[in-house]
């Protein structure tokens, strides 16, 4: 039996995320498991149409910049400590769900780069033209594919 003071530091949930941020983090959860189940069963032609797909309803609502870099911190530390594949484009898929819920209006983006290794495709989402997933490969990216966020 080991003393309490002998235990390793917890590296829990709370340790990654201030206490304001922790909701955010479990929608972050709970997005990225839904877009993770839809990339399993569906094909990604199926995938990236749901993406492109105008918004159902009214699309009043706008997020401020908090709110928009809470989203996005929580979509990357979230997915980085999932045990399934949480890529650009389960990420992506997760801020558009989530995006959705809140009445948010956002742009999917899909673009290409070469590199030594060859093509490389990323997937990525906006929102008021900042990057809410995607993070730095969005700057090396030629756009092919984009929606207007409406």
Same mark, same amino acid.
């Given at each position: 039996?080991? #003393? $309490?003071? !002998? &235990? $390793? $530091?917890?590296? *829990?949930?709370? &340790?990654?995320?201030?206490? *304001?941020?922790?909701?955010?983090?479990?929608?972050?959860? &709970?997005?990225?498991?839904?877009?993770?189940?839809?990339?399993?069963?569906?094909?990604?032609?199926?995938?990236?149409?749901r993406?492109?797909?105008? #918004?159902? *309803?009214?699309r009043?609502?706008?997020l401020?910049?908090? /709110? &928009?870099?809470?989203?996005?911190?929580?979509?990357?530390?979230?997915?980085?400590?999932?045990?399934?594949? /949480?890529?650009?484009?389960?990420?992506?898929?997760?801020?558009?769900?989530w995006l !959705?819920?809140?009445?948010?209006?956002?742009?999917?983006?899909?673009?290409? +780069?070469?590199? $030594?290794? %060859?093509?490389?495709?990323?997937?990525?989402?906006?929102v008021?033209?900042?990057?809410? +997933? %995607?993070?730095? #490969?969005? *700057?090396?990216?030629?756009?092919?594919?984009? +929606?207007? %966020? !409406?």
């Amino acid at each position: 039996m080991t #003393a $309490p003071g !002998d &235990r $390793p $530091p917890r590296r *829990g949930w709370r &340790r990654v995320f201030e206490p *304001g941020e922790l909701r955010a983090a479990l929608d972050a959860f &709970r997005y990225l498991a839904r877009a993770r189940i839809l990339h399993a069963r569906f094909p990604a032609s199926r995938l990236i149409e749901r993406l492109r797909a105008p #918004a159902d *309803g009214p699309r009043p609502a706008r997020l401020d910049a908090d /709110s &928009r870099e809470r989203m996005r911190r929580a979509l990357i530390a979230v997915s980085r400590r999932m045990p399934w594949r /949480s890529d650009c484009m389960i990420q992506s898929l997760a801020a558009r769900m989530w995006l !959705d819920r809140l009445g948010v209006p956002c742009a999917f983006r899909l673009g290409a +780069t070469r590199g $030594p290794e %060859g093509i490389a495709a990323h997937a990525w989402i906006e929102v008021d033209g900042h990057v809410v +997933t %995607g993070g730095r #490969a969005v *700057g090396r990216m030629a756009a092919f594919m984009e +929606t207007n %966020g !409406d």
